[in-house]
């Protein structure tokens, strides 16, 4: 190994007061730093309590990066660093979320040279200590030159230094979750990844490799390249195992199947290393794989992801959602329920990206995590990327079966419990894992009418690109496909069309305003009486009202004038947004504008007339919320 392992730290952040706000509810105690660094023999840091420092080779004209990350919580603790001349340096530390796995990490700016001291202290006790070797900037800068862009021997992508174990996979989880570390609240987009990876403050391996790589990088994945391309992106850094396999779509009784894997350690093209793994992330992993990638049955060993259980530490950031019909997400964070419900409610948030190449978080509620427990067609669910196995002497990568997987010590456990119960338990169980003290069932609704509203709020986005789209193009008509494929297929349909967005829109619909009727079925789950049900259930009706009248989006109309809709009215034009996805339509038809209304008075375009009868044609999948199998026409 040519830099050190990571080691975990145990997050002693207190419950938030609100996940949008962030404030501890109390200051954990502080013990007073040790005096001076451990000595080399005793300075050590294991799997589980692991210290990782970035870039790989620091020197002193440069920054020093340290992470703490591990599985287990180790109490108070604080992540120190001694300079070369045994000097406490004062430098921020920074945590991240609930945990597991929980994280600590600082940065030091001109590390002077020399053998620097990182310590996790637990006050009466070090849990994990590391030496890291900071160079002269001179020698660095004289060596860069001669190893910048070298092929690796053999010339593969880059070769595998390191091993997928507990350490690497919690600073994976790490390295997720502080990419995209913002409040609850913000509804932030990025338009690409690679500005996000340009971000030091966000990317914990910025500049790893120190040679200005991210500034060559540019990738602008869609929502199933995602995940591989962050996992690939990773894997290249600390020089891990990397793989994918092509898989094939499916169709009706017949899930996803995927054939041999695919690995950085195939022969890169005559790039230069940073030029290689953009052309192996950028188009090699984009085009290999797709939204059925991630769908396969549960139970076959030849994929690239498999299923685990519905428990905190299994949904880590870094676990991957694939919902039946071909959405795929990622977790990034948990934000803790609050110890006091008057100040929130718990968060699992997760990332997406979009056809277009757009990249936003989503919050995990029916409406936007869709799940089916049937396998019959498709495996949806949280599932991990399988972890490879690489042998150095027979130069042989594999891929850990499920029976290998079944009882891990290493990783989390390949399990089939989400299959196991109803669509309803499902969303019960991990409910119960965000919120472990059962909510008020009126907090419960709010929660609810505050994802409806993130959803409606990108909706606005993805119509207006739509609408940008179509004027740019001098309104040349976007072609329509057939049946199945208008949720799934290439080219402009896919990026500015809005068919499984809607779908999801409507179920999200159908999940506010049927939230007081499931109150009123199910008291017990809310910890109420069933004696208070219908008086609770008349009061939860009322709430609902003011909440989504009082609530709003804007959007810009075809004359450019704004358009304030509330949250009731989208609901009420269900009816109408199930024949409101495609992009010839004016921007007042996407919005379901009520035929006659002044509203939708200054629409001036509309889809051809034999998509129009398509889409009628098309109106009972909508309808009945149900995505038909693949190859419907």
């Known amino acids: ?29 502080r013990y007073p730093p040790p005096l001076a660094p451990p000595e080399a023999g005793s300075c050590r840091d294991s799997l589980e309590l692991r210290i990782f420092h970035s870039p790989r080779r620091p020197h002193a004209s440069g920054f020093l990066r340290v992470i703490a990350t591990g599985s287990r919580d180790p109490k108070p603790a604080a992540l120190r660093l001694f300079d070369p001349t045994g000097k406490a340096v004062t430098a921020a530390e920074r945590e991240l979320g609930a945990g ?30 590391k030496k890291i070797r900071v160079r002269d900037a001179k020698v660095v800068k004289a060596r860069k030159g001669v190893e910048g862009e070298a092929a690796p021997p053999g010339n593969p992508v880059w070769e595998n230094r390191w091993a997928w174990e507990r350490d690497t996979e919690n600073l994976w989880s790490a390295f997720v979750e502080q990419l995209f570390d913002y409040p609850a609240d913000d509804e932030r987009t990025w338009t690409n990844l690679h500005d996000l990876l340009r971000d030091p403050e966000r990317n914990l391996l910025y500049g790893h490799l120190d040679r200005d790589e991210e500034s060559a990088i540019e ?23 990397f793989a994918f396999r092509r898989c094939s779509r499916g169709r009706k009784n017949r899930p996803p199947t995927c054939g041999d894997l695919n690995s950085n350690l195939t022969e890169a093209r005559k790039l230069g290393a940073i030029p290689a793994f953009a052309y192996f992330a950028g188009r090699q992993v984009a ?36 919902d039946p019909y071909g959405h795929i997400m990622m977790v990034t964070r948990f934000y803790a329920q609050p110890l006091d419900q008057k100040q929130g409610y718990g968060i699992l948030m997760a990332v997406e990206a979009q056809p277009d190449g757009t990249v936003g978080r989503r919050r995990f509620w029916r409406g936007s995590f869709l799940f089916d427990p049937s396998t019959r067609n498709v ?23 499920n029976r290998e997987l079944r009882n891990h010590a290493e990783f989390a456990s390949f399990s089939l419990q989400q299959y196991r119960g109803s669509r309803e338990d499902f969303y019960d169980r991990v409910e119960t894992i965000i919120n472990p003290r059962p909510l008020d069932p009126f907090l419960r609704l709010v929660s609810l009418v505050d994802a409806l509203q993130e959803t409606l709020n990108r909706r606005v986005i993805a119509v207006d690109n739509g609408v940008r789209y179509v004027a740019e193009n001098g309104f040349a008509p976007v072609e329509m496909p057939e049946g199945y494929a208008i949720f799934e297929t290439r080219g402009p349909w896919e990026d500015y069309s809005t068919p499984s967005r809607d779908m999801r829109l409507l179920i999200s619909i159908d999940t506010v305003v049927g939230f007081p009727d499931k109150v009123a079925k199910r008291p017990e789950a809310f910890g109420l009486k069933k004696g208070r049900a219908a008086k609770t259930t008349e009061a939860l009706r009322r709430r609902l009202a003011r909440e989504l009248g009082s609530r709003y989006l804007t959007y810009t109309r075809s004359n450019g004038s704004d358009q304030k809709l509330s949250l009731q009215q989208v609901c009420d034009r269900d009816e109408a947004l199930e024949m409101a996805y495609h992009p010839n339509d004016c921007i007042e038809v996407r919005w379901g504008a ?29 309808k009945t919320r149900t995505r038909p199998p693949r190859g419907t026409r």
């Open 379 to 401: 495996g949806a669910g949280f599932k991990h990327f399988r972890p490879l196995v690489y042998d150095r002497q027979s130069g042989k990568l594999t891929a850990l079966g």
């Open 287 to 322: 085009s290999g794989v797709h939204s059925s990638s991630g769908r396969t049955h549960p139970e076959d060993d030849d994929t690239d992801l498999y299923p685990v259980g519905l428990d905190r530490a299994s949904l880590a950031p870094g676990t991957v959602f694939a």
């Open 1 to 29: 190994m040519d830099w050190p392992p990571s080691f975990q730290t145990r997050t002693t952040s207190p419950e938030r007061l609100r996940p949008q706000a962030g404030r501890p509810v109390a200051e954990q105690r």
């Open 219 to 241: 990738l602008t994945p869609d929502c199933a390249d995602l995940p591989y391309t962050l996992r690939a992106y990773y894997a290249w850094k600390l020089r891990l195992p």
């Open 100 to 129: 597991p796995p929980y994280t600590r990490w600082t940065r030091v700016d001109a590390p002077i040279k020399g053998l620097w001291t990182a310590v996790l202290d637990g006050g009466s006790r070090i849990l994990a200590c």
């Open 594 to 622: 009520p035929n006659g209304s002044q509203e939708r008075a200054t629409c001036k375009r509309r889809a051809r007339a034999a998509d129009r009868e398509r889409m009628e044609r098309y109106r009972p999948w909508f």
